[in-house]
């Protein structure tokens, strides 16, 4: 029988019975030394693993998170035996010991800001045409007008990174005073000027909620989605070994959050 896995835990005790997993399975905790991994029975295939069974998940883990530090691992983690989660939990154990001691009383909060980026980049292409009408004159070979145009388009690529760069500094600035760590992503998109999570002690909720309003009412040309308070999914931090699981794909099972799974992650304001 497979073995599905929610996450590592602090703890070597056992898991309150109350505390039901996918499909309402038992959970419980497989001990390793002073930690442990907290799972389920999988009866079943990982294919019958539905996108419904997220919430069940998720679940579990916020529950763990009330007594525990949590090491929350990606949804769909399987593994083929217990044997081969004592032998991720040998190999990593001290990996595991730091992180749990990095992440212990802390959630994630997600913020993605959106900017009419196209727009803008529109109106720094009708400036450079402008600026550059004599110029274009001068190309009087295929070669010439080659060489132009890719620089004007470099030109105007790096005015549109280096205005993306001074408003996520601007926007970035409030939210870094609270957070203890973050990772940003800029320009997915044009549009998508910031995708970003933070970590951030749970005694400072308040506080991080109350940066993000302030930068809403201050920053108001710009659309934003706030999720969280979560479980540190993005924050796991493990070096890359090789280690022959294959039932999980790699025993890096904690680089992709649950919100990259496709389940939804808060509203758009």
Not at 193 to 211: C, G, R, S, T
């Amino acid at each position: 029988m497979k073995i599905y896995i929610y996450g590592i835990v602090d703890s070597n005790d056992g898991i309150d019975e109350s505390v039901y997993g996918l499909k309402g399975a038992g959970v419980y905790n497989i001990p390793y030394r002073d930690i442990g991994v907290v799972a389920s029975d999988l009866n079943g295939q990982i294919g019958d693993i539905t996108q419904d069974s997220a919430v069940d998940h998720e679940r579990v883990v916020e529950k763990l998170m009330i007594n525990c530090a949590v090491l929350p691992v990606k949804f769909r983690t399987v593994f083929a035996s217990r044997e081969d989660i004592l032998s991720m939990m040998k190999d990593y154990y001290s990996d595991f010991k730091d992180n749990l001691d990095r992440l212990r009383d802390k959630v994630e909060f997600g913020v993605k800001i959106v900017w009419p980026g196209e727009a803008i980049r529109e109106r720094m292409v009708i400036a450079c045409n402008k600026g550059d009408a004599n110029v274009d004159r001068l190309a009087d070979s295929p070669a010439k007008s080659f060489l132009m145009n890719a620089f004007k388009n470099y030109k105007i690529g790096k005015e549109f990174e280096q205005k993306a760069d001074r408003c996520v500094t601007v926007v970035d600035h409030l939210f870094s005073r609270v957070a203890v760590e973050k990772r940003l992503e800029k320009l997915r998109t044009d549009n998508l000027l910031l995708n970003a999570v933070y970590l951030v002690d749970k005694n400072k909720q308040n506080d991080f909620k109350k940066a993000f309003e302030h930068t809403r009412s201050v920053h108001r040309g710009f659309k934003y989605l706030f999720s969280g308070p979560w479980p540190p999914y993005n924050f796991v931090s493990l070096p890359r070994k090789s280690h022959p699981l294959k039932d999980c794909g790699s025993v890096n099972v904690f680089t992709e959050a649950l919100q990259h799974e496709g389940m939804p992650r808060g509203d758009a304001i």
